[in-house]
């Protein structure tokens, strides 16, 4: 205690860690443990062994710990159990002892919020100490022991997560994902749903193909339609059906491309990344330089270029270098006007199957009678089936009929009133549509037939 004094009171502090250093160094040369210090993040991306330890150490019954945490979801008909900080349970394998600790502090993150104080995240790790001489048994077996085990308990108790982007302790954030549908609910052809549990399927099983034929293992979707047709039940459906997490991106929350890359990497394998109305969420349209830099200052164009999130930027993580950053991935963009799009997000390789999706069909109603009445048959299903194939509704609308009442016949009664009116407005929009096109012309000059400034509005 008295050399420590001396040392801090008189050399300067950059001499006092080298001292410091170079003592500890000397006494661990006697010590025979060994320490492996096991972060939550391997830079960008989640390091997998700490999630294995995660797992695996709050699972052993046989592991004396004195604090636990203790976590129930609704989803969940279990209590999750997780190891606390500052515990050091230990655990044996073939007959080696392994001493874990858990680690949490505080850290800045250097983004002042007040004149004088900083956000602080929290920052964890795992240390796994041993004896030196067992140091090849802990590399070579308990640790690929811990991974395996850690995988196989997860795909038993797995809870499926939405994440987003915003966590103060880490890029993701997340809550349990609880939407009941499946594809056996799904109000949807029968073909089309054939077909995309088909192509999943193949996704699964493909690993070493894949691998074999040079290609990372993921696939694209588009989803595109009118609004309130389903296409966020289809991302939930396949969740369900794959036991995939969901991580939702909104890109125009993004400040920089550096930004979307940290994101983008710490996504976890088998996961399903969602970027929905692609054609509104940035100005993904404009890929020509000229275009961005007419009437720009040429030095604000340059930064802007270097930072600002871009089309170039972006389809680098479908199918670029960094699309490699994982495995066993789905990407799904969303659109209500897929011809909005620019076609470098339209070709294969980065949106592998497009997926139209429709307005209610007489087969996506009487799935939706099924799910919500309970019924499948009536006297009613064949005019309401007629009257949907004139009306264009939505699945949304559909079920907010189906959702009124309880009685059977009135609701389907009242559906045939509503897509009765529905088509009514729909004609008269449709008219008024053309009584206005035809005053333009008017107004412009010539008759339709004979107006070439007219055809043109026309087309």
């Known amino acids: 205690m008295v050399v420590q004094s001396v040392i801090r009171l008189f050399l300067p502090p950059e001499f006092q860690g080298f001292l410091f250093s170079k003592i500890h160094g000397f006494f661990s040369c006697f010590c025979n443990e060994m320490t492996m210090v096991i972060g939550q993040y391997d830079g960008y991306s989640q390091n997998d062994l700490?999630?294995?330890?995660?797992?695996?150490?709050?699972?052993?019954?046989?592991?004396?710990?004195?604090r636990v945490q203790v976590t129930k979801s609704p989803k969940e008909n279990h209590f999750t159990l997780?190891?606390?900080?500052?515990q050091m349970p230990v655990d044996t394998f073939h007959g080696v002892k392994l001493k874990w600790v858990f680690v949490l502090r505080q850290v800045d993150s250097g983004h002042q919020v007040h004149q004088g104080s900083t956000v602080q995240h929290e920052v964890q790790h795992f240390e796994l100490i041993f004896h030196k001489k067992n140091r090849e048994i802990v590399v070579k077996s308990y640790l690929p022991f811990l991974i395996d085990e850690?995988?196989?308990?997860?795909?038993?108790?797995?809870?499926?997560?939405?994440?987003?982007?915003?966590?103060?302790?880490?890029p993701w954030s997340s809550v349990n994902l609880d939407h009941p549908v499946t594809f056996q609910t799904l109000a949807m052809e029968l073909e089309l749903k054939k077909k995309i549990l088909d192509?999943?399927?193949?996704?699964?099983?493909?690993?070493?193909?894949?691998?074999?034929?040079?290609?990372?293992?993921?696939?694209?979707?588009?989803?595109?339609?009118?609004?309130?047709?389903?296409?966020?039940?289809?991302?939930?459906?396949?969740?369900?059906?794959?036991?995939?997490?969901?991580?939702?991106?909104?890109?125009s929350g993004l400040r920089s491309i550096a930004n979307l890359r940290r994101l983008l990497v710490a996504t976890t394998n088998q996961s399903i990344l969602v970027v929905e109305d692609i054609d509104c969420t940035i100005q993904l349209q404009d890929r020509n330089p000229r275009t961005r830099a007419a009437g720009m200052n040429p030095m604000l164009m340059c930064y802007q270029q270097q930072d600002q999130v871009t089309l170039s930027g972006f389809l680098n993580f479908t199918d670029g270098l960094w699309s490699s950053c994982g495995n066993e991935r789905i990407i799904v963009f969303t659109t209500n006007h897929v011809e909005k799009l620019d076609p470098a997000i339209l070709r294969p390789g980065r949106m592998d199957l497009h997926i139209p999706m429709s307005y209610c069909t007489p087969c996506g109603f009487r799935l939706l009678a099924y799910n919500y009445l309970g019924i499948d048959h009536h006297e009613l299903f064949n005019q309401i089936?007629?009257?949907?194939?004139?009306?264009?509704?939505?699945?949304?609308?559909?079920?907010?009929?189906?959702?009124?009442?309880?009685?059977?016949e009135i609701v389907l009664r009242d559906m045939v009133s509503f897509l009765t009116n529905h088509k009514r407005k729909e004609n008269e929009e449709v008219i008024k549509e053309k009584v206005c096109r035809s005053q333009l012309i008017v107004e412009i000059g010539g008759s339709e037939e004979e107006s070439s400034k007219g055809k043109l509005i026309e087309k």
Not at 218 to 236: C, D, N
């Open 385 to 408: 089936e007629s009257a949907i194939m004139m009306a264009r509704v939505t699945l949304a609308e559909v079920a907010e009929e189906l959702m009124k009442c309880d009685e059977s």
């Open 150 to 170: 850690a995988k196989s308990i997860k795909q038993g108790n797995k809870t499926l997560k939405l994440c987003t982007p915003g966590s103060l302790s880490g």
């Open 199 to 251: 192509d999943l399927d193949r996704i699964v099983r493909r690993k070493e193909y894949y691998r074999r034929v040079g290609k990372v293992w993921k696939r694209g979707y588009l989803l595109y339609g009118p609004p309130g047709i389903g296409k966020s039940s289809l991302v939930a459906a396949m969740a369900n059906y794959l036991n995939f997490d969901v991580y939702g991106l909104e890109l």
């Open 82 to 86: 997780a190891m606390d900080q500052n």
């Open 50 to 66: 700490f999630g294995a330890a995660q797992v695996l150490l709050a699972t052993k019954q046989s592991l004396s710990m004195q």
